[in-house]
């Protein structure tokens, strides 16, 4: 499996004015997706305008405004962009959301989606396989957020697919933390390949109950990998607040 962070190594600029607005934003998705910028992490605006070489001050505020409106940075006042921070109970909570809006729409998407559209869920399964089999983790989820909302569009209802579509990208690095365990990803790819199949037969309440299951079966890895990675931090800032206050007591006492 490919590495599944990036580093904060220096981009080429695209141009004398350096990245565009959405180029960077698409570079933070990632780093925010993948974990390497992590939940609560302040973005020095100095800070990478220095590690991404050839991004000037205004793209960067401009990248930080889309990903705010999606839900991966909160802008907060004296403090900046911050990586946006989720509790387990919001997750779920949202999880069940898009879990509820997918059941909803898998019966009239088997009934509205013509072939041609299938065909080019076809072609996206088809790269999701090849992205699964070569390790890369990050091109896998991507294409299968794209696959998933393809389907969702299906339905021919607007209202529902914007919804999805934002509720999708403000819980997207936790849905994407699920696919790091390696028995759930090779799953997930053989469950698609069943869903695959019942949009081909237009079989819209077998469509239902599968995606209602890959929800469920993905949550519970997803959660257990969250819960880990939360007290591993709840450790390292005890950790860190009992040496600031052994050594505020060791000044005190010389």
């Given amino acids: 499996m490919k590495p599944?962070?990036?580093t904060l190594a220096p981009a080429k600029p695209s141009s004398r004015d350096g990245m565009r607005t959405d180029q960077v934003a698409a570079q933070?998705?990632?780093l925010i997706v993948s974990g390497a910028l992590p939940p609560g992490q302040r973005l020095s605006e100095?800070?990478?305008s220095e590690q991404f070489e050839g991004i000037s001050r205004t793209p960067l505020r401009e990248a930080f405004?889309?990903?705010a409106a999606e839900?991966?940075?909160?802008?907060?006042?004296?403090?900046?962009?911050?990586?946006?921070a989720l509790s387990l109970l919001e997750v779920e909570a949202a999880i069940e959301v898009l879990s509820g809006l997918e059941a909803l729409a898998a019966e009239p998407a088997c009934e509205l989606i013509t072939d041609k559209e299938i065909a080019e869920i076809e072609a996206l399964h088809a790269q999701m396989v090849a992205a699964h089999d070569a390790g890369d983790l990050m091109s896998y989820f991507q294409i299968n957020q794209t696959i998933?909302?393809?389907?969702?569009?299906a339905a021919r209802n607007p209202v529902l697919s914007r919804i999805y579509a934002a509720e999708c990208a403000r819980i997207r690095r936790y849905r994407y933390a699920g696919n790091q365990q390696p028995a759930r990803w090779h799953q997930a790819v053989r469950e698609h390949g069943e869903m695959l199949n019942a949009l081909r037969d237009r079989a819209g309440p077998v469509l239902?109950?599968?995606l209602r299951r890959h929800h469920k079966a993905g949550w519970v890895v997803s959660r257990g990998v969250l819960e880990e990675t939360l007290s591993a931090a709840d450790v390292s800032t005890t950790g860190t607040r009992q040496q600031r206050r052994n050594a505020t007591a060791s000044k005190r006492s010389k």
Avoid: F, S, Y
């Avoid at 839900?71 to 006042?77: S, V």
């Avoid at 998933?148 to 569009?153: A, S, Y």
């Fill in 148 to 153: 998933h909302q393809h389907m969702v569009d």
């Fill in 4 to 6: 599944d962070t990036e």
């Fill in 208 to 210: 239902r109950e599968m």
């Fill in 46 to 48: 100095r800070v990478m």
């Fill in 65 to 67: 405004k889309i990903l």
């Fill in 28 to 30: 933070l998705r990632k």
């Fill in 71 to 84: 839900g991966l940075l909160t802008l907060e006042p004296n403090r900046g962009a911050v990586v946006t």
